[in-house]
């Protein structure tokens, strides 16, 4: 028997070794058959799984990579030149590899079982996009955090603390600090998961199918089976409530009611449509977010008490998280006065968008022209402390 092989039978007796649910494989030219590290799915949920997955989660990406486009375009002009609308740019990168991943994740494994290659190129490519999906993730949600304590230096403290942090200097430096933690957080999530070759009985054809890895369940070196799943339990339940989920979630929270107030009753001046806009972007990301928590933190009880239900959950997350990446383009073109004035100059080709009618602050428009606008006119930005 080959190493492969060897190390394909090794992969497939952990699960064995401390009580995972999994199918003894049969095994065809000495390969195991595939599908042993996928549980059964109901016929009624792999339908489900196909239209949201494969069709809703899909077409709404599609509209969200075009919306983080425009966003992310809009937001890096002159016009646009704030620290929050860095910000609100970056999350527009962050949000676009998070849909791409989940693309390819979830919406290319819901089509697997009809293709062979696909079956194969999942399987393969798997590994890869699995930790690059959840470092996005990360990133989105710090970038989404980082935009939130901006716009409450601007809105809630004084121009002196304002001038020390609203800086080009600081929002590289934050940025890119954003980016390093995101990646060394999940590296642990380049070790969870091996590419086993398979035999697939439908095809009659060798592939290549993913499983979890003995990193997974072999926890901490020398722990007993009474301490198994210590990874399980710091790296996904404690380190990612603290530092990807609750703790994030409570400081927006936090922020954004003290960002309403200051609005509705303070004195501070500035523009209220791009304040509202980054609040609704906040609390968007925080529904959409919750279910997503509640399912990883409480993972193990949720699936003993739901059954096969938990499945369809975990879809709806995945749908969720998607939908929240693609959303914002709404909101801004809704809400943000500004965003919308700087999408509708470059969209006129440099003329200035002339109103016919009234343009209200909501975002209805009542018929739009385009007009000249003269060249020493262009590119007005609003200046930055460096």
């Known amino acids: 028997m080959s190493s492969i092989h060897n190390q394909a039978v090794n992969t497939l007796s952990i699960p064995s070794q401390v009580s995972i649910h999994f199918t003894a494989p049969n095994f065809t030219d000495c390969l195991p058959n595939c599908g042993v590290c996928t549980p059964h799915q109901e016929p009624d949920?792999?339908?489900?799984n196909l239209i949201i997955s494969?069709?809703?989660?899909?077409?709404?990406?599609?509209?969200?990579?075009?919306?983080n486009a425009l966003s992310a375009f809009v937001y890096s002009r002159p016009e646009c030149r704030s620290s929050t609308n860095l910000y609100l740019c970056a999350l527009g990168f962050s949000d676009s590899a998070v849909i791409l991943t989940a693309i390819f994740l979830f919406g290319v494994?819901?089509?697997?079982?009809?293709?062979?290659?696909?079956?194969?190129?999942?399987?393969?490519?798997?590994?890869?996009?699995?930790?690059?999906?959840?470092?996005?993730?990360?990133?989105?949600?710090?970038?989404?955090?980082?935009?939130?304590m901006d716009c409450?230096?601007?809105?809630?403290?004084?121009?002196?603390?304002?001038?020390?942090?609203?800086?080009?200097?600081?929002?590289?430096?934050l940025v890119m600090c954003?980016?390093?933690?995101?990646?060394?957080?999940?590296?642990?999530?380049?070790?969870?998961s091996i590419v086993i070759e398979c035999y697939h009985e439908k095809f009659n054809s060798p592939t290549f199918e993913l499983c979890p890895d003995p990193f997974r369940f072999n926890e901490?070196?020398?722990?007993?089976?009474?301490?198994?799943?210590?990874?399980?339990?710091?790296?996904?339940?404690?380190?990612?409530?603290?530092?990807?989920?609750?703790?994030?979630?409570?400081?927006?929270?936090?922020?954004?009611i003290s960002i309403i107030g200051v609005s509705i009753f303070g004195s501070k001046g500035g523009n209220m449509g791009d304040t509202i806009a980054l609040v609704l972007?906040?609390?968007?990301?925080?529904?959409?977010?919750?279910?997503?928590?509640?399912?990883?933190?409480?993972?193990?009880?949720?699936?003993?008490?739901?059954?096969?239900?938990?499945?369809?959950?975990?879809?709806?997350?995945?749908?969720?998280?998607?939908?929240?990446?693609?959303?914002?383009?709404?909101?801004?073109?809704?809400?943000s006065g500004q965003f919308r004035r700087t999408l509708l100059l470059y969209i006129c080709g440099g003329r200035e968008p002339l109103r016919v009618g009234m343009v209200m602050e909501n975002g209805r428009f009542e018929g739009l022209l385009c007009r000249k606008l003269p060249r020493q006119h262009r590119g007005i930005s609003i200046p930055m402390e460096v």
């Open 54 to 67: 494969g069709v809703v989660l899909p077409l709404l990406g599609v509209f969200g990579l075009m919306g």
């Open 152 to 173: 409450f230096v601007v809105t809630c403290l004084s121009n002196r603390i304002r001038n020390i942090v609203c800086r080009t200097r600081t929002v590289k430096r």
């Open 281 to 335: 972007v906040v609390l968007l990301f925080i529904v959409c977010n919750t279910i997503a928590l509640v399912l990883n933190v409480f993972e193990d009880e949720l699936s003993d008490h739901l059954g096969i239900y938990f499945n369809y959950m975990v879809d709806m997350s995945n749908v969720l998280v998607v939908f929240n990446s693609s959303f914002n383009f709404v909101i801004y073109v809704i809400f």
């Open 178 to 192: 954003v980016v390093i933690f995101s990646i060394c957080y999940n590296v642990p999530h380049c070790f969870e």
């Open 220 to 256: 901490m070196a020398g722990c007993h089976r009474s301490d198994n799943f210590r990874y399980s339990y710091y790296y996904y339940k404690l380190m990612y409530s603290t530092f990807v989920a609750v703790g994030p979630l409570l400081c927006l929270i936090l922020m954004n």
């Open 109 to 148: 494994e819901s089509y697997r079982k009809f293709s062979v290659f696909i079956y194969t190129v999942h399987g393969s490519v798997s590994p890869i996009v699995y930790p690059m999906g959840h470092a996005a993730q990360v990133c989105s949600v710090y970038f989404t955090l980082v935009a939130g």
């Open 45 to 48: 949920y792999v339908f489900f």
